[in-house]
């Protein structure tokens, strides 16, 4: 399955979790006390998720950030190039 279909149907389900939020509320009542509506758990956990997806896609988010440049990727290749 591609990384962008799999972003695109992220984005879907943050459009609805956000819909449930809106109509119920950000707190949840349960007999444990209030806490974060579920809905709004898994929200976040979703935005990482479509964060993860549209950095492995490398995508610049900034038009300006993009022009002139390429994207390389930085960091230790090997544990043999530390010192």
Partial sequence: ???????????DALDELEKI????GVT????????AHPALVEARQ???TLAKLVASLRIPFDEEEGVGRTQRRV??????SVR
Avoid: Y
């Fill in 1 to 11: 399955m591609s990384i962008l279909l799999e972003a695109a149907r992220t984005v």
């Fill in 28 to 35: 949840n009542v349960s007999p444990q006390g209030v806490r």
């Fill in 46 to 48: 979703q935005r990482v």
């Fill in 21 to 24: 939020v809106r109509d119920e």
């Fill in 75 to 80: 960091g230790v290749r090997a544990v043999s």
